[in-house]
Nanobody
Framework: QVQLVESGGGLVQAGGSLRLSCAAS????????MGWFRQAPGKEREFVAA????????VYADSVKGRFTISRDNAKNALYLQMNSLKPEDTAVYYC??????????????????WGQGTQVTVSS
């Protein structure tokens, strides 16, 4: 199995940027497709972005397309989410997740086996 730890969350003003990181340990990181999900207070967890094991395929939720970029560095066992033009509605706990290799990329949370503990992102208006 793989252990995941997110970092990089914080408080930012609307229009600002943050870069989230997810450090992986345990099994070979490149064995997994990776995803970012988020959960706002009182709402269900929702898909944000996913990337294939090689980094060659990505998919985004419509709400973040053009603003967020998912990337990975398999040599460093790391996953990233660059978030630009942040909006108050982006406020949530952000989770990284690891799942088996599949195409098309999985956007449902039940498709991911391993989860981090989450990092809080708060965007003020």
């Amino acid at each position: 199995q793989v252990q995941l730890v997110e970092s990089g969350g914080g408080l930012v003003q609307a229009g600002g940027s943050l870069r989230l990181s997810c450090a992986a340990s345990g099994r070979t990181f490149s064995a997994y497709d990776m995803g970012w999900f988020r959960q706002a207070p009182g709402k269900e967890r929702e898909f944000v972005a996913a990337i294939s094991w090689s980094g060659g395929n990505t998919v985004y939720a419509d709400s973040v397309k053009g603003r967020f970029t998912i990337s990975r560095d398999n040599a460093k066992n790391a996953l990233y989410l660059q978030m630009n033009s942040l909006k108050p509605e982006d406020t949530a706990v952000y989770y990284c997740a690891a799942g088996g290799r599949r195409l098309p990329l999985v956007t449902a949370d039940r498709g991911y086996n391993y989860w981090g503990q989450g990092t809080q992102v708060t965007v003020s208006s």
